[in-house]
């Protein structure tokens, strides 16, 4: 279980987030969601590694990350992705995720990439197949339209066999058909056992997708629940998702909604 305690983090007189709280079980899928500035990102930075903390803490299976760099909490099973696809264009598409599953055997000296190309292939193969990509094993990354970028970094984050997958913005810049279909393997993750905790503005990539949702505004944790209990919240729809939206869904359609 992923458990977030007070956590804070201050850019000068700036109280970015300001004593969050919440946990994500394993098997769950969690989204957080907020406005411009509301300190989602912050606080999913903290939550990675990317900040140190002011306050607080955060621990997964009751152990501190509190101190530890992303690399370290990689090791503990907790894995990320960005909003911008981190993926080596140089490399193919199968050599991706054979380097992903070399580095998380120790093995991160790779001399050529003729060696790499014989290394681990079943392995990443298969997290190829899991994330729908295949038929692109042999392309060069570089070629590949954005929406495939995206699910090969996700298939480079399961090559650490995480237990923890964090997820930033994860339909960013994607077309409504291929939101449907990366989000639908994030639930079908969390559905065999993962914690996920992913951050959002398209609001088409929460409604069916998340167990839960928090929302983050002016630093606080304004409200949780699903879906439709916060689209219902009085708080959120008027400083989030606006008053006069009969179906709060149609603000990520319209890309009218921004976290």
Same mark, same amino acid.
């Given at each position: 279980?992923?458990?977030?305690?007070?956590?804070?983090?201050?850019?000068?007189?700036?109280?970015?987030?300001?004593?969050?709280?919440?946990?994500?079980?394993?098997?769950?899928?969690?989204?957080?969601?907020?406005?411009?500035?509301?300190?989602?990102?912050?606080?999913?930075?903290?939550?990675?590694?990317?900040?140190?903390?002011?306050?607080?803490?955060? $621990?997964?299976?009751?152990? !501190?990350?509190?101190?530890? *760099?992303?690399? &370290?909490? /990689?090791? =503990?099973? #907790?894995?990320?992705?960005?909003?911008?696809?981190?993926?080596?264009?140089?490399?193919?598409?199968?050599?991706?995720?054979?380097?992903?599953?070399?580095?998380?055997?120790?093995?991160?000296?790779?001399?050529?990439?003729?060696?790499?190309?014989?290394?681990?292939?079943?392995?990443?193969?298969?997290?190829?197949?899991?994330?729908?990509?295949?038929?692109?094993?042999?392309?060069?990354?570089?070629?590949?339209?954005?929406?495939?970028?995206?699910?090969?970094?996700?298939?480079?984050?399961?090559?650490?066999?995480?237990?923890?997958?964090? $997820?930033?913005?994860?339909? !960013?810049?994607?077309?409504? *058909?291929?939101? &449907?279909? /990366?989000? =639908?393997? #994030?639930?079908?993750?969390?559905?065999?056992?993962?914690?996920?905790?992913?951050?959002?503005?398209?609001?088409?990539?929460?409604?069916?997708?998340?167990?839960?949702?928090?929302?983050?505004?002016?630093?606080?944790?304004?409200?949780?629940?699903?879906?439709?209990?916060?689209?219902?919240?009085?708080?959120?729809?008027?400083?989030?998702?606006?008053?006069?939206?009969?179906?709060?869904?149609?603000?990520?359609?319209?890309?009218?909604?921004?976290?």
């Amino acid at each position: 279980m992923l458990q977030v305690q007070q956590l804070a983090k201050h850019f000068g007189g700036v109280r970015a987030v300001d004593g969050v709280s919440f946990e994500v079980a394993a098997g769950e899928c969690v989204a957080l969601i907020g406005p411009n500035g509301a300190g989602k990102s912050t606080c999913f930075a903290c939550i990675a590694g990317q900040y140190p903390l002011t306050g607080g803490h955060v $621990l997964w299976n009751g152990r !501190a990350l509190d101190k530890l *760099a992303p690399a &370290a909490r /990689l090791q =503990q099973g #907790v894995a990320r992705t960005f909003q911008v696809a981190q993926v080596f264009e140089a490399l193919s598409v199968l050599q991706n995720v054979q380097l992903a599953v070399q580095a998380a055997l120790g093995r991160q000296a790779i001399s050529a990439f003729k060696s790499l190309d014989r290394q681990a292939r079943d392995t990443a193969k298969m997290l190829l197949a899991q994330a729908g990509l295949s038929d692109l094993a042999g392309e060069d990354v570089l070629s590949l339209p954005y929406g495939a970028k995206k699910r090969l970094e996700l298939a480079v984050a399961l090559a650490a066999r995480p237990r923890l997958l964090l $997820l930033d913005e994860p339909a !960013a810049g994607l077309a409504e *058909a291929e939101r &449907a279909g /990366l989000m =639908q393997l #994030v639930k079908t993750l969390a559905g065999q056992g993962m914690a996920v905790l992913y951050t959002e503005h398209n609001m088409d990539a929460v409604a069916g997708t998340a167990d839960r949702v928090l929302v983050l505004i002016e630093g606080r944790l304004a409200a949780q629940g699903t879906f439709d209990e916060i689209s219902r919240d009085g708080t959120v729809r008027r400083l989030y998702l606006g008053e006069g939206r009969d179906d709060p869904q149609a603000k990520g359609k319209n890309g009218a909604s921004h976290a």
